[in-house]
């Protein structure tokens, strides 16, 4: 049976933004949906985030959904041999090229694209052109080197707080890459 795994963004917790009704929404399609808390310290470590995400134990009928440093755990997670899962989508995710600000250890380096391509084979990429956070040629650039599919959206901003000062409530164009 198909489940989701959501991976909260830095800051944010499972009441956040969209979170509630993605949840809400699958459990009305009896998919179950898990919401981890993942730590919320001002500069997480990505050990604790991974061992969060081995608690919960995805697997071959899981989908892993990431938001933002959620979207990077979750890479960082399947860089880890045998590990495969049914699919990942990745929202507002950055690449772990690129230097890590606030001094955290995420941005450890490249991806490992080829052992993540190995364990999902299925892998979905949302990301809005006017996000102020998270590049849209990060998207592009994890786009090419997952072999993903990058869907582009405007006005979403980095899926949180909007331009207009509007939090994000709903998510129907994840929804519909979660129930396809």
Request: glycine residues 6%.
């Amino acid at each position: 049976m198909t489940r989701v795994v959501l991976l909260h963004g830095k800051n944010k917790t499972a009441d956040d933004a969209w979170y509630p009704w993605i949840k809400a929404e699958c459990t009305a399609r009896t998919i179950e949906c898990n919401v981890p808390a993942l730590t919320t310290e001002e500069v997480p470590r990505i050990a604790d985030w991974l061992a969060d995400i081995d608690a919960v134990h995805p697997d071959e009928e899981t989908i892993l959904v990431g938001h933002s440093r959620g979207g990077m755990a979750a890479l960082r997670w399947l860089e880890q041999p045998d590990r495969p899962v049914k699919r990942v989508i990745l929202v507002a995710t950055n690449g772990a090229h690129l230097v890590d600000a606030a001094g955290g250890d995420f941005y450890s380096g490249a991806y490992d694209f080829e052992t993540i391509r190995h364990n999902c084979a299925d892998i979905v990429l949302l990301h809005s052109r006017d996000d102020e956070w998270v590049p849209y040629v990060a998207a592009q650039y994890n786009a090419e080197h997952l072999g993903g599919r990058l869907i582009s959206l405007e006005n979403k901003n980095h899926f949180g707080m909007q331009s207009d000062g509007m939090v994000m409530r709903e998510f129907p164009e994840l929804l519909a890459e979660i129930v396809r």
